[in-house]
């Protein structure tokens, strides 16, 4: 089993440490960004969802045709288009960008973010809506015939997808740390995405997971994100993960962040609030710093150390079944390369030596 590298774009440049600059739409931005994740031996790059942001088909098309290797990860949220329509726009782009497509589904886990696009379903029917648009999405992206769909939340007569995806299969990835979410993602997900917590977290949400989807016979695979923070020493990277979080500290403060919980519905966030308040520190180099001053609302737990140490954490993870690794920096381009020089074919490399050691045993 190889391990997989995902990273995240952004439509400019910004970051807790870089105030955003430059139009919104940088579409230089995004295509220097993307060949440079390519550039650095990524497998997969994230791009984005949030109500108020650039429409993420139109980025990852953009993307995809300033390169030629890299794939793609699309975060989409059910509720806005339907599900017929979802799957003509993903075969579509699946095609546009030569086969390289997946999609991560997200429901949402703040009712004021969502209610900025007049979605005013609570958290339940959320994940019961997520549960149908799936349903239907696949049966579009896959049906040689017309259907009849009379769900809760869709219906849709004679439904027909004259375009399928490029792939035999379009890959879903899923998140949440909810009941609803694991149940969803136990009928639906190829991979199921974790935030980066303690190995101890992270070893109880891949048994539930795996439960749950065993129930369903069933096999999911799983991705965990980090923000890697790395020095030539120890010593460096702990001063650079300081810098970091006084840099941050005051740029939220001079943009008036409340420093509040931002997600209030989601599970996800508590959690890893919860691990930030016990302590900075966790396991080998997990540092929870960034983590507490946003408070959980989003994939903010580093790995802080030299590449050897960092990639040595990396496959604690990987001994757990999380074959799968979401990487993204503080400074993001820059700290794309710079994984793509040491971290990621040092992790690659220890990967690799596990399955000789494994075969030859």
Do not use: C
């Amino acid at each position: 089993m190889s391990i997989q590298f995902l990273g995240m774009i952004g439509h400019r440049l910004a970051s807790e440490i870089i105030p955003a600059s430059g139009p919104l739409f940088d579409k230089n931005y995004i295509a220097d960004f993307a060949r440079s994740h390519e550039q650095a031996g990524f497998d997969r790059i994230l791009v984005g969802y949030w109500s108020d942001q650039p429409d993420g088909f139109l980025v990852t098309a953009h993307a995809a045709a300033n390169t030629s290797r890299i794939k793609f990860l699309l975060a989409h949220r059910p509720g806005f288009v339907s599900p017929t329509l979802a799957a003509r726009k993903l075969a579509t782009l699946d095609h546009l960008t030569d086969g390289r497509l997946a999609v991560h589904i997200i429901s949402g886990g703040s009712d004021s973010e969502l209610r900025r696009d007049g979605d005013y379903l609570n958290k339940a029917e959320r994940y019961a809506r997520t549960d149908e648009f799936l349903s239907v999405l696949k049966q579009s992206l896959t049906s040689g015939e017309a259907y009849d769909h009379n769900g809760d939340f869709y219906r849709a007569e004679q439904a027909f997808s004259a375009i399928k995806p490029l792939q035999p299969r379009l890959p879903v990835y899923f998140g949440g740390s909810s009941d609803e979410a694991i149940d969803v993602a136990s009928r639906h997900a190829d991979v199921f995405a974790l935030w980066g917590e303690p190995l101890a977290g992270a070893a109880e949400t891949v048994r539930r997971v795996r439960a749950a989807a065993a129930n369903h016979h069933r096999e999911i695979k799983f991705n965990i994100s980090f923000r890697p923070i790395l020095g030539s020493t120890e010593k460096e990277a702990w001063e650079r993960a300081k810098y970091i979080h006084e840099t941050a500290r005051k740029q939220l403060a001079e943009t008036g962040y409340t420093f509040g919980l931002p997600k209030p519905q989601s599970i996800g966030a508590q959690r890893l609030l919860t691990v930030a308040n016990q302590n900075d520190r966790h396991d080998k180099v997990l540092w929870t710093g960034i983590t507490k001053l946003v408070s959980g609302g989003y994939n903010s737990t580093a790995l802080v150390g030299t590449p050897d140490q960092v990639s040595d954490a990396l496959l604690d993870y990987y001994l757990l079944g999380i074959d799968s690794v979401l990487i993204r920096g503080f400074d993001p381009l820059n700290d794309a390369l710079e994984y793509g020089r040491e971290l990621i074919p040092l992790t690659r490399e220890k990967v690799a030596a596990l399955g000789s050691e494994k075969r030859s045993a």
